[in-house]
């Protein structure tokens, strides 16, 4: 009994390791290969590709806590405010932003999440071509659905840098899982032209 307790152990640690050293090394290969391209656009030696989509440089800062905006889902109807930050007290008030993120319209990754029983319990309604619309005191952005995926809850890979602007929502899933849920529900949003 000892023996299998251990090697089912060190079955989910080394489960768990693998998942966060993939997670990491996506995080540093695109960090390696911004700054390749980036290196040599500067010394002219090559060009790097312009974005398709018309992100913004944002100069406004957010304190935790703060709303930032509204976020906008036409398939479910939906009008949800967004908060900077994902503790608790944000997520009981609506979306969070993830702090270590860039901000709705900026190019690479801006991550929101929610809770499934509340402002996300339609979101699996939400597929592929659907539009996510961020209404920020900022701007207004829209977004094309361009995947969905399931992962593990302690999944990282939803949180790397991307190449282009991104936004990204998830929440716990099963929805209908009572207690604390082992996935996550996944949407992949690219920012359209506008």
């Not at 900022?138 to 593990?152: A, L, P, Q």
């Amino acid at each position: 009994m000892s023996i299998c307790l251990i090697a089912g152990g060190l079955y989910i640690t080394s489960t768990n390791a693998w998942k966060l050293l993939q997670g990491y090394a996506l995080f540093q290969f695109g960090q390696f290969k911004e700054q390749t391209a980036n290196e040599k656009n500067a010394s002219g030696t090559a060009k790097a590709a312009e974005p398709k989509t018309k992100a913004k440089e944002i100069n406004e800062t957010f304190q935790t806590g703060e709303k930032i905006g509204d976020l906008v889902i036409p398939k479910i109807g939906a009008e949800l405010p967004i908060y900077h930050g994902t503790d608790e007290d944000e997520l009981v008030k609506g979306v969070g932003h993830y702090a270590g993120s860039v901000l709705p319209g900026e190019n690479d990754n801006s991550v929101l999440a929610g809770h499934r029983d509340t402002v996300f319990r339609k979101l699996g309604e939400v597929g592929k071509g659907d539009k996510l619309i961020v209404k920020a005191s900022y701007g207004t952005f829209t977004y094309k659905v361009k995947k969905v995926r399931i992962v593990d809850s302690d999944d990282r890979t939803i949180i790397v840098p991307k190449p282009r602007a991104t936004l990204t929502l998830s929440t716990c899933y099963p929805f209908d899982f009572i207690g604390s849920a082992p996935e996550r529900y996944v949407l992949v949003a690219n920012l359209e032209e506008t």
